[in-house]
C-alpha cells in the first residue's frame, strides 16, 4: 500500500473516529428504544461505511463493492424518508449515490487508492448532509 493511501485511510479513521464530535453524549450512548425506519436505514448506512473502510483497508474488494452498491440503495430509499427536500439535500444525496457507484466501480477495478478517496469523499458529503438538516430542523 502506497505511503498516499495510507496517509487517506488514516484520514477516513479519523473521520469516523471524530464524527461523534458535537453530538451530545446522549446521541451517541442511547439506541432509540423504538427506532424509526429513517433511524434503521442512517445505521444500516453508517454499518456499511464501517465494512467499506474495513474492505479497503484488507483489501477485500468484493466486501467494499456489496457494501458500495448496499449503500446506494440506502440512500435511495432513505430519501424517501425526508420531507423537506431541499435543492441542497437531493444535490448531496444524488452526490452520496454517485460517489456510491464511483466505489463500486473502483472497487471492482480493484483500485485501492480511488476506493479510499471515494470513501473520504462520501464521508464529506455524509457530514455536510448531516449538518444541512440539522440547520433546516433548526429554522423550524
Known amino acids: 500500500m502506497s505511503m498516499r493511501v495510507r496517509v487517506v485511510a488514516c484520514g477516513v479513521i479519523g473521520i469516523v473516529a ?12 442511547e439506541e ?4 424509526t ?6 445505521r444500516d448506512k453508517l454499518t456499511q461505511m464501517a465494512n467499506v473502510l474495513e474492505g479497503v483497508t484488507l483489501d477485500r474488494f468484493d466486501q467494499v463493492e456489496k457494501s ?7 440512500s435511495r430509499a432513505a430519501s424517501w424518508h425526508v420531507v423537506e427536500q431541499t ?8 452526490n452520496f449515490q454517485e ?5 463500486e466501480r473502483h472497487a471492482k477495478e480493484r483500485n485501492v487508492e480511488a476506493a479510499t478517496l471515494d470513501l473520504v469523499r462520501m464521508n464529506v458529503t455524509c457530514a455536510n448532509c448531516h449538518q444541512h438538516i440539522r440547520e433546516e430542523a433548526a429554522r423550524d
Do not use: H
Not at 32 to 35: D, E, G, H, I, S
Not at 68 to 74: E, G, Y
Open 18 to 29: 471524530f464524527s461523534g464530535v458535537g453530538t451530545s453524549q446522549d446521541e451517541v450512548a
Open 32 to 35: 432509540p428504544a423504538n427506532p
Open 37 to 42: 425506519t429513517k433511524q434503521l436505514l442512517m
Open 68 to 74: 458500495a452498491a448496499t449503500l446506494r440503495k440506502i
Open 87 to 94: 435543492p441542497r439535500y437531493r444535490r448531496l444525496s444524488r
Open 99 to 103: 460517489q456510491a457507484a464511483d466505489l
